[in-house]
């Protein structure tokens, strides 16, 4: 007794392979991306790359379907019965009339003139009002002192770690439903679990201290961050919120190289403390929705949000010029 296969016509696993692809490279190699790089966001595939990719594939399939008059009759099988009304009349017809209308729409959104206002001129990092008092300012979260990692590592030691208040009442939670060795388990970093077990064995390096005290401190930015700066300025700080389409001006985009990795950080910590209304009048004051965070946020929880912001773009602030 034999068993009959399952065999796909040749017409339709050309489709299907056709759109498997374009899956794969639109979908597929984002998520990749982000499982291979643990970045926050996937790497798209550039609209170039992706129009290479499709263009090979279609040749390929071409040359397979070209392969023999075999290959050639069964792949035209489907179209010759669709296009005789096999299928019923009304599918052809309906497919023949939408056909042309999709590419006539098509064609007609690649060339129509498009009508836009004119881009206004605007400074996006004016300096006219910006006190010098802040331009040699540092983050004090991004190198703890002697004296703070001391502390940080006898709080560690005696497991009793604070946390900001926005986020200790989770932690709190997340200890009594899993009641962790550590608090600091808390924050799955690997120089936080190296502190971690240089804590269990007795002995700690003062440079794995620091580590982990920083990683606590971008943990509370990223926490912070979370809470007020991602509706607009979005998960991967590329200005791409779900709230970002809703503004005149888009956000910042923090991933881009002419943003904040080319001002010092003096400058983001006064930005970021008056927002959009300590804005001088050639940036456009009212086109900006930036709040005044010195208003809702304290200096020390402004500072971690920037700390965060810098960690998540991978980017690092200008060296004043005066060092």
């Known amino acids: 007794m034999t068993t009959a296969k399952f065999k796909v016509n040749r017409f339709w696993s050309i489709v299907l392979t056709f759109i498997v692809v374009y899956a794969l ?21 550039p609209g170039t790359l992706m ?22 009759a069964e792949f035209l099988g489907p179209v010759k019965k669709f296009l005789a009304g096999g299928y019923g009349k009304i599918p052809r017809l309906l497919v023949l009339v ?35 008092t802040f331009e040699a300012l540092k983050n004090p979260f991004a190198n703890p002192t002697t004296d703070e990692v001391q502390a940080f590592l006898e709080q560690a030691e005696a497991n009793e770690v604070s946390f900001i208040p926005q986020v200790q009442a989770d932690i709190d939670a997340w200890m009594d439903m899993t009641e962790p060795e550590h608090v ?39 926490a912070l961050y979370a809470m007020n700066c991602r509706p607009c300025h979005g998960d991967s700080v590329a200005g791409d919120g779900p709230m970002a389409d809703g503004f005149k001006l888009r956000p910042i985009n923090f991933t881009d190289n002419g943003t904040i990795e080319t001002i010092v950080e003096g400058y983001t910590f006064w930005r970021v403390t008056n927002g959009g209304p300590g804005l001088p009048v050639e940036a456009t004051p009212w086109d900006s929705a930036m709040p ?11 500072w971690k949000i920037i700390l965060a912001e810098y960690d998540l773009a991978q980017k690092t602030p200008r060296i004043p010029e005066t060092h």
């Open 98 to 132: 939408a056909v042309p209308l999709i590419a006539g729409w098509q064609v007609y959104e690649l060339t129509v003139p498009k009508v836009e206002l004119p881009s206004s001129l605007r400074i996006q990092h004016p300096s006219s009002n910006f006190p010098k």
């Open 51 to 72: 129009f290479i990719y499709m263009m090979l594939t279609l040749v390929a399939l071409f040359l397979l379907v070209t392969f023999s008059d075999e290959y050639m």
């Open 292 to 302: 005044e965070w010195k208003l809702n946020l304290t200096e020390e929880e402004r």
């Open 25 to 45: 490279i639109k979908w597929g190699i984002p998520a990749a991306s982000r499982s291979i790089t643990a970045l926050p966001f996937p790497l798209s595939v």
């Open 184 to 222: 600091l388990s808390f924050i799955p970093t690997k120089p936080m679990q190296k502190f971690l077990d240089q804590l269990d064995a007795g002995s700690v390096d003062d440079e794995i201290a620091k580590s982990a005290l920083i990683e606590k401190h971008l943990f509370e930015g990223r």
